[in-house]
């Protein structure tokens, strides 16, 4: 009912994406640091948390959840991040790729690539919207590559081929990671390798290149989201360089709700 507090009227939820996100645990540090005692972090999925919005979006009613910038959604709705006067989302972030230790010596023309993979939201958000309009991942990155060839062009120089070695990236299904992933899958498979992507959640994409199963990932989101695992890992991750700056995260709702700050959702 409209007399409802904002808690009320999303009975007291925030509706969040899979447990091992980095995002999440930002989230309930917020929930902490805010004092929101009768609040509760949904967990589920990326898919999930998309397919909520997209339901309360279409009736306009109340929604708050885990966003993130890049990310397809905010070309599709009129949302905004709540004000985080706290900081318990940090700031800037930046997306970084880290590679198993050894990758540099064994596969240095992957690795040349990697280290010169840089890219920005708008082109990662083309990927990501044609993806989210029901191209397969694969089909839409080969879209991208072959329009952007001249970045891509960037990334391969001085880079020589390959004969069929081999080559494998851990991702979570995250929007923003499936977009880049697939990305380097066929640019790493136009350069000559057997290129495998395994789906994984977050924590196992970290132990995996970090215990050499896996050679790289791309998703490495610092200084705060991924602090956690930065921390138990980095030592056994070769930060390879980053490949997109000027990302977020933070708590997103529709601009038809008249809250503005995390502060808001405490009355
Ligand atoms: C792409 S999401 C911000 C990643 C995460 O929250 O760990």
Known sequence: ASGDSVGESVN?????????????????????????DDWELVSGSG????????????????????????????SKYDLKYLEDPKGSYGGEEEIHTFGRLGLKEDKPEAYKALEQFKWTDEDMGAVMVDIQEGEKPEDAAKKWVEENRDKVDEWTKGVEKVDGDTFKFVYVAWDSTMAS???MKVVLEELG??????????????????????????????????????????????????????????????????IDSIEDLKE
Do not use: C
Request: glycine share 10%; no cysteine; proline share 5%.
């Open 181 to 183: 992933t697939n990305v």
């Open 47 to 74: 898919a999930a948390m998309t397919a909520a919005l997209k339901k309360a979006y279409d009736k306009e009613e109340p929604i708050i959840v885990t966003g993130w910038n890049p990310h397809w959604k905010f």
């Open 193 to 258: 390798y057997e290129v495998e992507l395994a789906q994984v959640e977050a924590g196992p994409m970290y132990t995996a290149v970090a215990d050499g199963s896996a050679d790289a990932l791309l998703a490495g989101w610092l200084p705060v989201t991924h602090k956690t695992y930065y921390e138990k890992y980095g030592d056994k991750l070769d930060d390879i360089g980053v490949s997109m700056e000027g990302v977020k995260i933070g708590l997103v709702v529709p601009t038809y709700m008249d």
């Open 12 to 36: 007291y939820k925030i509706t969040g994406i899979d447990p091992g996100a980095g995002i999440m645990e930002a989230t309930e540090r917020a929930i902490e640091d805010y004092g929101l």
